[in-house]
Nanobody, 121 residues
Framework: VQLQASGGGLVQAGGSLRLSCAASGNILNTHRMGWYRQAPGKERQLVAIVRNGGIIDYSEFAKGRFTMSGDLSKNTVWLQMDSLKPEDTAVYSC????????????????WGQGTQVTVSS
């Protein structure tokens, strides 16, 4: 299973970016996909996550500025980030929890490679 994230870049404060993440491979179904970020010297933190049934949860800092959407049946999620702030600068990574074809029903967790988001003041 591979996760391919894209859409990062350099943007001025107040600007917007849209990240995308697609999972591929021997996936039977995807239970949830999430966006995480890690700034230099800081721990990785959840940004937003979409679960089966379309339930989306956001971390407090993301509420009102970030919008996550996704289609778990297609193993694809997006993260629209508006009103970006310099403190949003981080590597953004997507994570998927999936069931694999031919597996016993166990869940498996996979990470994408991350995409850099830099917000200048």
């Amino acid at each position: 299973v591979q996760l391919q994230a894209s859409g990062g870049g350099l943007v001025q404060a107040g600007g917007s970016l849209r990240l995308s993440c697609a999972a591929s491979g021997n996936i039977l179904n995807t239970h949830r996909m999430g966006w995480y970020r890690q700034a230099p010297g800081k721990e990785r933190q959840l940004v937003a996550i979409v679960r089966n049934g379309g339930i989306i949860d956001y971390s407090e800092f993301a509420k009102g500025r970030f919008t996550m959407s996704g289609d778990l049946s297609k193993n694809t999620v997006w993260l629209q980030m508006d009103s970006l702030k310099p403190e949003d600068t981080a590597v953004y990574s997507c994570r998927a929890v999936v069931r694999l074809r031919g597996s016993s029903g166990d869940e498996y967790l996979y990470w994408g490679q991350g995409t850099q988001v830099t917000v200048s003041s």
